[in-house]
């Protein structure tokens, strides 16, 4: 992750090689289009996205991957699906040289739109 204090997403996300700016991009759209109530901001110096008070996802650019945290539960929901990548406790790593998996972004973030909107 580029080190760096931003002020909003657009300011992020304008940092990184076109390509993966276009990646960030789609991510960012599709945690929009599946919790469109969702509050955009930064937190932990990335983007984060909060929903009825609670976090819902966050995302980062590394110079290898792009890091997606959905908390301990988006992942534990998802474990066979995100098997094949690296993960943390809450944290999958997208690599940039493989395809990205919209389709599953959508929907952990949608998961964890549900999780959010039932607490």
Do not use: C, W
Not at 18 to 41: H, N, Y
Not at 48 to 58: D, E, N, P, R, T
């Amino acid at each position: 992750m580029i080190k760096h204090s931003f002020s909003s997403v657009d300011e992020y996300i304008s940092v990184f090689p076109e390509d993966v700016q276009v990646i960030m991009q789609q991510i960012r759209g599709i945690i929009l289009k599946t919790a469109p109530d969702a509050l955009e901001g930064i937190s932990y110096g990335m983007p984060s996205y909060k929903l009825y008070g609670k976090v819902l996802v966050y995302f980062a650019g590394y110079k290898k991957h792009i890091g997606f945290y959905a908390t301990p539960s988006g992942h534990e929901n998802f474990a066979k699906e995100l098997s094949q990548y690296k993960q943390g406790r809450g944290s999958v790593q997208f690599p940039l040289d493989k395809p990205i998996p919209y389709d599953l972004i959508a929907e952990i973030t949608a998961f964890r739109a549900a999780e959010n909107r039932e607490e």
